[in-house]
């Protein structure tokens, strides 16, 4: 009889534990197939995070879509129409851009009437436009400064005066770049991503041979000469608004010393929010993601600080404080919607948050 029992507890136990594991498996099986839901919806849908208002809109979803003043729509047949093609014509370019004028005439001698010989004048004109592109040239621009002395000073005087005339300072001292040059140089290479071996093949191509060593050199040089007092005194004033954005992104150097080509660097952005009368947007590259870059960056700064979820944020000092982006919330929620099946996706919690954040961002 005790051993009948004994036996019984145990298929009773080994019953409950197997329950245990079942009702274990079914919630990974869940978890599992939600993942493969979400993995599949990344890697096949729309990319864009926009969703269905009705179908969320689980709490008024007639009283929202409802206008009872609207009478009932008539159907209408709608003919079928074409669109025109249109071609590129003046009006589509700057109003600005120079006109060059081409006169096609007929030499004077051909223009006598083969009937009567008589001379024959314009009786009319026909126009016809056309965009030329003229690409860059390169010119030499020789300064040359005259420098003055006074002759009778010369003939009865010890002391001649000598006065020279203004000349502007060249943008790089020592240097035989130009302003424009300069500015070519770095439109094509930080706004068209042409990289400086590619200008160098496109200099030489015009028979200039200016290589991308110095080419690099104009740049770092006018960036410390130039840009950066620029950038203190934009970082100066961006510190002084009481609501900032911050994040950043990850990027490789190469050739970066003391670190490998394939490790991470960081780019870090900070810029002002939408009640600045003037946008300010500064970057700040640091080899790492560490907290003491945002710290050393914001010193002079005390307000709000909307950024992401990273913790290095929120390691600031306390008169920075930091409000959370809900644009990374919601796509939480909508990352738990899309993990669920077609007919429990409707009325869930995750539905209810992305609800919630759209609401928000009417306002």
């Avoid at 042409?194 to 960036?223: F, H, V």
């Avoid at 010193?299 to 008169?319: C, M, Q, S, T």
Wanted: one cysteine or more.
């Amino acid at each position: 009889m005790k051993t009948q029992e004994i036996t019984a507890e145990k298929l009773l136990g080994l019953i409950e534990e197997k329950d245990r594991k079942i009702a274990e498996l079914e919630q990974q099986v869940q978890w599992l197939m939600s993942q493969i839901r979400l993995a599949r919806h990344k890697q096949f849908g729309a990319s864009s995070e926009r969703t269905d208002a009705v179908q969320l809109s689980i709490f008024n979803e007639a009283e929202s879509g409802s206008d009872m003043t609207v009478p009932e729509p008539v159907l209408t047949e709608v003919k079928a129409h074409y669109r025109k093609r249109t071609r590129l014509t003046t009006d589509k370019l700057p109003k600005d851009l120079p006109v060059e004028i081409i006169e096609h005439k007929l030499p004077a001698k051909d223009c006598i009437c083969p009937e009567c010989g008589s001379e024959m004048h314009t009786m009319g004109k026909e126009t016809r436009e056309e965009l030329k592109i003229i690409p860059a040239k390169a010119v030499i621009v020789r300064h040359i400064q005259h420098i003055y002395a006074c002759r009778n000073c010369e003939a009865a005087s010890d002391h001649v005066p000598i006065i020279k005339a203004d000349m502007p300072e060249p943008v790089i001292k020592g240097g035989f770049a130009s302003p424009e040059t300069i500015a070519h140089i770095a439109v094509q290479k930080f706004m068209m991503a042409s990289p400086l071996y590619r200008q160098e093949q496109e200099w030489k191509q015009n028979g200039i041979l200016l290589s991308r060593q110095t080419m690099s050199n104009w740049l770092i040089k006018a960036c410390h000469d130039w840009l950066t007092p620029i950038y203190e005194e934009m970082k100066r004033r961006l510190c002084e608004h009481e609501v900032l954005h911050g994040d950043e992104t990850t990027l490789q150097v190469l050739k970066e010393p003391g670190k490998a080509a394939q490790s991470k660097s960081y780019m870090w952005l900070y810029r002002t929010s939408g009640e600045a009368k003037h946008q300010l947007v500064l970057y700040d590259y640091q080899p790492d993601r560490k907290h003491i870059h945002p710290e050393a960056f914001l010193k002079n700064f005390k307000g709000y600080l909307h950024a992401d979820g990273y913790e290095g944020y929120h390691r600031l000092p306390e008169k920075i404080i930091v409000v959370g982006c809900l644009a990374h919330l919601r796509r939480k929620f909508f990352d738990a919607f899309k993990t669920l099946p077609k007919e429990k996706q409707a009325g869930s919690n995750a539905a209810i948050g992305v609800a919630y954040c759209d609401k928000l961002f009417q306002f």
